[in-house]
């Protein structure tokens, strides 16, 4: 990582250092859930399971404990969000568009531009031709509506109709799918923010505030998977184990921000820094090397573990290289694909 932009440079003495750290390891979990080769052994598929039932949360968490509500009017919280998130969806929407449809006359893809997929780009983004941007759209809506029902709702009050709507409902239908899905991750970081003593009681450094959310996520992840819940509590259960299992990364990093080395600290602050970055170039850069490895080495049989780690490396740290030495060299790429001032 060295010559890279530091994050501690950027952040110094930050008491929200943690927050860093925590989407530091969110985004790496990111990188692991989204390598599935079609030679993947049965434990690598259990593995991503396991991450993906909270990697995703943790980031909705943060975003809604970052949230600070009234600071900024209506009007200028759309506008900020919108240069730092909607910028970056439709510049990247235009730039995979002509990649993909570039590389689709040659060959087959997983998921390629057609009328359906420029469709979804709006309506469902997890399945049109750029299913990464989900994300941004459902985050970028969730800062929409959230300051909105604070008007006329408390947190918990919120909470608990996101909950028997998604349970009524469900969350299979366009445009706020995902994000009726996502948002009671959002509002229990708004919770806990402005809750300290709740703040006090689940998050901090010391080894009980680890050890206990991380019992509690593996006995109910154990149980998830040993008993058939009823469709209806689905989204009650994946709560609880997104919010316990994204409050035993948190405490990690606290853990992490206040005691460990260095060298390590500083890795994960700048991969917490560049993690949208990463998030939104990482399956490029992953997939040239689960597609181009065994080609080159087509002779010899690699065992998959090399080519994890291989395509996991390169899906982390070359979009931290292409963020410093292109994305953040223009003014342009600045704007409108970091979404930065």
Not at 210 to 219: D, H, I, Q, R, S
Request: charge should be positive.
């Amino acid at each position: 990582m060295k010559g890279l932009v530091s994050a501690r440079a950027i952040l110094p003495q930050d008491p929200f250092e943690w927050i860093l750290i925590a989407k530091g390891i969110g985004i790496i979990l990111v990188v692991v859930g989204h390598f599935e080769p079609e030679t993947s052994p049965t434990y690598w598929s259990e593995i991503r399971k396991l991450f993906y039932s909270f990697h995703m949360p943790l980031f909705f968490i943060l975003s809604g404990y970052l949230y600070n509500h009234g600071k900024y009017s209506y009007g200028n919280l759309i506008k900020t969000k919108a240069k730092r998130l909607l910028y970056p969806f439709v510049s990247l929407a235009g730039i995979f568009f002509l990649v993909k449809y570039a590389a689709g006359r040659v060959v087959a893809l997983e998921h390629p531009v057609n009328i359906e997929s420029i469709y979804a780009l709006l309506t469902d983004p997890a399945n049109s031709y750029m299913p990464l941007l989900w994300f941004v759209h459902a985050l970028f809506l969730m800062f929409a509506i959230y300051p909105l029902s604070r008007l006329f709702l408390n947190n918990l009050s919120i909470l608990l109709l996101l909950l028997v709507a998604n349970a009524v409902l469900g969350s299979n239908y366009l445009v706020f799918g995902k994000v009726l899905a996502n948002m009671p991750f959002f509002v229990v970081g708004a919770i806990i923010r402005e809750n300290g003593k709740l703040a006090r009681m689940t998050m901090g450094a010391d080894w009980r505030y680890v050890f206990v959310p991380l019992v509690m996520f593996v006995l109910a992840y154990v149980m998830r998977c040993s008993v058939n819940v009823v469709s209806a509590y689905a989204h009650f259960a994946q709560l609880f184990l997104g919010v316990v299992g994204s409050l035993s990364v948190i405490n990690i990093s606290h853990a992490i921000s206040a005691r460990s080395d260095k060298k390590i600290k500083s890795v994960l602050l700048q991969i917490g820094y560049s993690s949208m970055t990463i998030y939104l170039f990482h399956t490029l850069f992953e997939s040239t090397v689960r597609i181009g490895f065994p080609q080159i080495l087509k002779h010899i049989q690699v065992p998959f573990e090399l080519i994890a780690f291989v395509a996991i490396t390169c899906g982390v740290v070359l979009p931290l290289v292409f963020e410093k030495k292109v994305l953040r060299k223009h003014w342009v790429t600045r704007k409108f694909v970091l979404g930065l001032a």
